[in-house]
């Protein structure tokens, strides 16, 4: 029998054992069908490469949580326009003397302090005290700082601070002190500070006070005319702001409160600052211009005066008078109820500096009589020094004459 025939039967007995139609499966629930051999690799491929993505994935992540910081989200970073000690008490020690013109103020004179008198005062004469203040700190950005070893006996430390004016002309204040740790357990500590702020012809007696506690540090500095005038001054941190409150004390009663909050956004400087003084109080929000070289303050104002609403905005720059020569502020004003108009203040800075230069030229005055009171007692000596010169000559030719009398040949008593 051939092999195809073999094959044959043999394929018969196979289909003869095998049933035409399918057995029916009765399960609860519907099963998938099983995928055939052929597509099985691939499925697997596939099942494979999406475990190693979701692991890539995990291990990403973890990674990522790692690295972050464990006490929960990072706080946006705050930038700060006073960075250290040195330049928060810097700008409390110029804040201080700029206020000390409310207390040096006069009914009948500008003196950069608020003017009390039958007019109504201005808004550029009411925002003086504090423009001065605000005007160095935002013209500098900051407070230039230099500090070493005081050349006084009785102090230890020495601070010089530079600002500058919108005209970039440099004042100098110069701080000797001390500083005194009175307290540091670890977690609190405090210091206290005393010494001298000088100004131009100026002198001020300072002190001040430095504590931290759980993290938050407040400043506390005062400048005095005398023990019952000064202005006190605190600093701290609030909801992220520098915030600084000044008071200015007269005869033991506070005439003044205001607080200064400091704000660096994108690099441009804004300074917001409430005040009461009397029976006036108000606001004022300060912003930096710097455009094309000049310089200017803008600052829009809400003010109470006895009742009485002003409002609206101004902006302030410094011109040299070609005349005179005098450094002046000048504001452009533009009241909400009014017309705009243009206000001028002297600077008194310069009546300071003319002040120190007339010292100074008494003092070269002074120097000069005393050189000519010297140089005529020198003359006087002189003169008795050769008067005496000539009588001591003239004895000596007197004697010189006596000995050749005395031995004269022939000569007989």
């Not at 099983?34 to 990403?60: D, E, G, Y």
């Not at 607080?259 to 009397?278: P, Q």
């Amino acid at each position: 029998m051939r092999t195809k025939d073999i094959k044959k039967i043999i394929r018969q007995e196979i289909e003869s054992h095998i049933s035409k139609t399918a057995p029916i499966i009765d399960f609860p629930f519907e099963k998938e069908v099983p995928l055939t051999k052929a597509h099985q690799p691939r499925v697997l491929t596939l099942k494979h490469s999406l475990n190693a993505v979701l692991a890539v994935m995990v291990l990403v992540l973890a990674i990522s949580f790692l690295f972050r910081n464990p006490t929960g989200p990072t706080p946006p970073v705050t930038t700060k326009l006073l960075n250290s000690d040195s330049e928060i008490v810097s700008f409390s020690a110029v804040s201080s003397v700029s206020l000390m013109s409310i207390l040096q103020q006069t009914d009948l004179q500008l003196s950069g302090g608020i003017q009390l008198n039958v007019n109504r005062p201005s808004a550029a004469d009411m925002v003086m005290p504090y423009l001065k203040s605000i005007e160095q700190l935002m013209s500098t950005e900051g407070m230039h700082v230099t500090e070493g070893l005081s050349s006084l006996p009785e102090y230890e430390a020495y601070m010089m601070f530079e600002t500058k004016n919108l005209l970039d002309q440099t004042t100098v204040y110069e701080m000797h002190y001390n500083m005194t740790l009175l307290e540091d357990d670890g977690e609190e500590s405090e210091y206290d500070l005393d010494g001298i702020l000088i100004r131009g012809i100026n002198t001020y007696e300072v002190s001040g006070r430095k504590e931290i506690e759980e993290g938050e540090e407040k400043v506390i500095f005062k400048a005095f005319l005398d023990e019952n005038n000064y202005v006190e001054s605190l600093y701290k941190i609030e909801e992220d702001e520098q915030t600084f409150r000044f008071k200015a004390v007269e005869n033991d009663i506070v005439i003044s409160e205001s607080k200064f909050d400091l704000e660096v956004d994108d690099d441009e400087i804004k300074v917001d600052l409430e005040f009461i003084e009397g029976d006036i109080e108000g606001s004022y929000v300060f912003e930096y211009k710097d455009e094309d070289g000049s310089k200017t303050i803008a600052i829009e104002y809400e003010i109470n005066v006895d009742g009485e609403e002003m409002s609206g905005e101004m902006s302030v720059s410094m011109v040299v008078d070609d005349i005179t020569g005098e450094v002046i502020y000048r504001f452009s004003i533009r009241p909400n109820d009014d017309d705009a108009f243009e206000y001028d203040i002297e600077d008194d800075d310069e009546d300071e500096e003319d002040e120190e230069d007339d010292d100074e030229d008494e003092e070269d005055e002074e120097d000069d009589e005393e050189e000519e009171d010297i140089d005529e007692e020198e003359t006087e000596k002189d003169q008795e020094d050769k008067e005496k010169e000539d009588e001591d000559e003239q004895e000596d030719e007197e004697q010189e004459d006596n000995d050749d009398l005395d031995h004269t040949p022939g000569k007989d008593f």
